[in-house]
């Protein structure tokens, strides 16, 4: 039976990623601080994991971690753009630092992979659509900067340490377990829960902005793909579902789902955000054998019912 550690696997992805290993009859250890990770995501299957509480930011607690560990799928990091834009230097420290950490700690205790969850803000402002790997713009943010350098990070350690290391390129990845609660709430939770309170969606800029939004169910399966390829060590994969879908489009599909009729509040654009993010994903289909599962539109009516369900619940305590 193969061993798995998931660091941040109380988080949004990390706890997708420890349910879909335990379906898989895998030992489950997870890393995390509880920084942002909850721990009501792993409450559920609590008893069937090891969850070792720490932080990567210090290299023991990673070495503690990796143990006796076949794979590491590297999920923990301070996550939001606009929060490194106002906070460069935590980003650093938890994005960059830690992820060094990790990889030290991995190279030490000899594991079979190391899957890399990085961002397809390392694009930043390169104006060609679909975006792929090797075609990257100017960073526009100290989490782009983040990702990037664990990248190469990653590459480095497989060239001089013969450890194999993927990085996923993450674009825009939404599902259940996601906090719509934070100032940092990525849009899809954040509008979900707006329109199930009537309350009018805030969206930056003109609307008119695209992403590659991305059910966290494909994002599983490229992560256990990953982790098991081989002849792919320091190399860099796209993970997306090839749709591009604007913010102004999320609104209305939204709003259709949810029966209501609300639109949206239109804010000035915020520094280093994104114009367009549109994947190019054949490298990770010729690679990692990768294809989406879950398309756009069946991801967001789960998302949205996910959601629902909880508010229900939510207002009969009230």
Known sequence: MKTFLVTGGAGFIGSHLVEDLLRRSARVRVLDNFLTGRKENLAAFRKEIEIVKGDIREPAACRRAVRGVDHVLHQAALPSVPRSVQDPRLTNDINITGTLNML?????????????????????????????????????????????????????????????????????????RQDPSSQYAAVIPNFITRLLRGERPVVYGDGEQS????????????????????????????????????????????????????????????????????????????????????????????????????????????
């Open 104 to 176: 030290v700690a991995a190279r030490d205790a000899g594991v079979r992979s190391f899957v890399f969850a990085s961002s397809s803000s390392v694009y930043g402002d390169d104006p060609s659509l679909p975006k792929k790997e090797g075609r990257e713009g100017t960073l526009l943010s100290p989490y782009a900067v983040s990702k990037l350098v664990g990248e190469k990070y990653c590459r480095v350690f497989r060239d001089l340490y013969g450890l194999n290391a993927v990085s996923l390129r993450y674009f825009n990845i939404f599902g259940s």
């Open 211 to 318: 992403r590659d939004f991305t059910y966290v169910a494909n994002v599983v399966e490229a992560n256990l793909l990953a982790a098991e390829a081989s002849g792919v060590g320091g190399e860099v994969f796209n993970l997306a579902c090839a749709d591009r879908i604007t913010i102004n489009d999320l609104v209305r599909g939204l709003n259709a789902i949810l029966g209501t009729d609300l639109p949206a509040v239109y804010e000035p654009a915020r520094p280093g955000d994104i114009l367009h993010s549109f994947a190019d994903i054949a490298k990770a289909a010729a690679g990692l054998s990768y294809r989406p599962s879950v398309a756009f539109q069946d991801g967001l009516r789960r998302t949205v019912d996910w959601y629902r369900e909880r508010r229900a619940a939510w207002d009969k305590k009230r």
